[in-house]
């Protein structure tokens, strides 16, 4: 089954985050997306839509499936270009959840340009 086909699963802390290698073989699985190690562990993606309404849209689009998923990304919007960064902050690094997120995300932005 496909990172996008799974679904999160509920963290709440009391568990150890990703380790480098693990991240490291989970970033594969993601497009473009960009493993970022200083301080607490994240992946980081910039996307770039036709406009700001597009961008607009795409961060609606998002943040519905951050609810339906429970796990949410921290979002920056300039203009028509916007920044994610997931990382589980219960446990303060990487899990399995930020891969599924990064996965959906890529998904929809594939149906939105």
Not at 7 to 13: D, F, R, S
Not at 86 to 110: Q, V, Y
Request: with cysteine; charged share 35%.
């Amino acid at each position: 089954m496909g990172l996008a086909e799974k679904h999160c699963v509920p963290c709440e802390g009391g568990i150890t985050p990703m380790s480098e290698q693990e991240e490291d073989q989970y970033i594969k699985e993601v497009s473009d997306w960009q493993l970022a190690r200083d301080g607490e562990h994240k992946i980081r993606k910039d996307f770039k839509l036709e406009d700001f309404e597009k961008a607009i849209k795409f961060v609606d689009e998002v943040a519905e499936i951050a609810e339906e998923e429970g796990h949410h990304p921290d979002i920056c919007i300039h203009y028509n270009k916007v920044d994610l960064e997931l990382n589980t902050h219960a446990i303060g690094g990487l899990h399995e959840n930020d891969f599924i997120m990064a996965s959906k995300i890529d998904r929809l932005f594939e149906d939105a340009r």
